[in-house]
């Protein structure tokens, strides 16, 4: 470690300790003397050009320096050598943020009042970039919630996977291709002007999210994955993640829900900041957000177990199928209370036009 904290000037007798709740990138919080950072490995297996990532996000800080000051963006802190990322060969790409104090995150969304906070939040960070050309950013993952991709590649495992994983998969598939108008919508979505191309996150799962001591949100974080998409990832990914109180790793597909007031609450937060901002085509596709999310993961989880895993790995052996069979039950009870749900966004929608 201590080339990457010569890089940034700070003592080799730095304090490190591991954090464990990324997924995908190495994280350590480094304390300094009174200075306290977070430092970040970038996998470079997911992100395949990590000066990419580091561009953007530097794009979006100057934006936001220039047109909302007042806003908290956590930018990385430059090298000694004014670099946003240290390559340090055969060990990978580092870059280094300051800690903010008194914040924490948390990994499971346990009340309504959060989920608000973490919609409000991803819905102000898009509002605050409107006027960002989105078309400028580079594209971190190449086809990330491309759906039309997705259900190619699902068509394609089925075509040469593993026979007998494909055999027992057969209810799931047809459940699968049952729903593929989900993917026809998308494929609209895409050629229609008045949903719009927008500067999005695309990971707005609830640890992506900085909360103070009053449990109130202060920003996102992990921008990684910020790319031009449309709001429905990032709406999706929070009805995918925060409206059951199960997870997509749950066997018993029984205590998967769709809690009306967590709906309630993300709909709520996140209009509250963008509902002037979404055109009335982009209203009328909240709902769809959770399927289009659900159902693509949904998809990835079962084509991998018909690849024999090779994408996201499995502890046991029908991890997969499980998580495949879990979220298509989501999708399922997500499609069957359209009627609650729906009066839900109106009622949001109305408020906050009348406010």
């Known amino acids: 470690m201590t080339p990457i904290l010569n890089a940034y000037g700070l003592s080799a007798e730095s304090k490190i300790e591991p954090l464990t709740s990324g997924l995908i990138n190495k994280t350590w919080k480094v304390t300094d003397g009174e200075n306290q950072f977070i430092l970040q490995q970038i996998n470079h297996q997911v992100f395949k050009k990590p000066f990419d990532v580091g561009a953007n996000i530097r794009m979006v800080d100057e934006y936001l320096k220039e047109h909302a000051p007042q806003y908290l963006f956590v930018a990385p802190i430059s090298t000694a050598h004014h670099e946003d990322i240290f390559y340090l060969k055969d060990e990978g790409y580092f870059r280094l943020f300051p800690f903010i104090k008194g914040s924490h995150t948390i990994n499971v969304v346990s009340s309504p009042e959060q989920a608000f906070e973490a919609a409000f939040h991803f819905g102000k960070f898009t509002r605050l970039l409107a006027g960002f050309e989105a078309r400028k950013l580079h594209i971190a993952i190449p086809d990330f919630h491309n759906l039309s ?3 190619r590649q699902f068509e394609e495992a089925l075509k040469g996977g593993n026979l007998i994983r494909i055999k027992q998969s057969k209810p ?14 998308f494929e609209k979505i895409q050629q229609n002007s008045n949903v719009k191309l927008r500067v999005t996150h695309h990971d707005t799962k609830i640890s992506n999210v900085l909360f103070d001591e009053n449990g109130k949100g ?24 925060y409206l059951s109180s199960a997870n997509e790793e749950v066997k018993d597909f029984n205590t998967i829900d769709v809690r009306d007031d967590f709906f309630r609450a993300i709909v709520q937060g996140y209009v509250s900041t963008m509902g002037t901002e979404l055109t009335e ?29 090779v994408y996201y790995g499995a502890r046991y052996e029908d991890q997969n199928f499980v998580r495949a069979g879990n979220q298509i039950q989501l999708l399922k009870i997500l499609i069957d209370k359209t009627e609650v749900l729906q009066k839900i966004i109106s009622e949001e929608l109305h408020t906050n036009s009348n406010s």
């Open 281 to 309: 085509e982009e209203k009328r596709l909240i709902l769809y957000s959770g399927k289009f999310i659900i159902y693509m993961q949904a998809m990835r989880f079962l084509a991998d177990y018909c690849n024999n895993d």
């Open 218 to 241: 202060i920003c996102v974080i992990d921008l990684d994955t910020i790319m031009p998409g449309y709001f429905i990832s990032d709406v999706g990914d929070m009805f995918r993640t």
């Open 149 to 151: 991709l997705r259900y």
């Open 172 to 185: 799931l598939i047809d459940a699968i291709k049952k729903q593929s108008d989900i993917v026809a919508e």
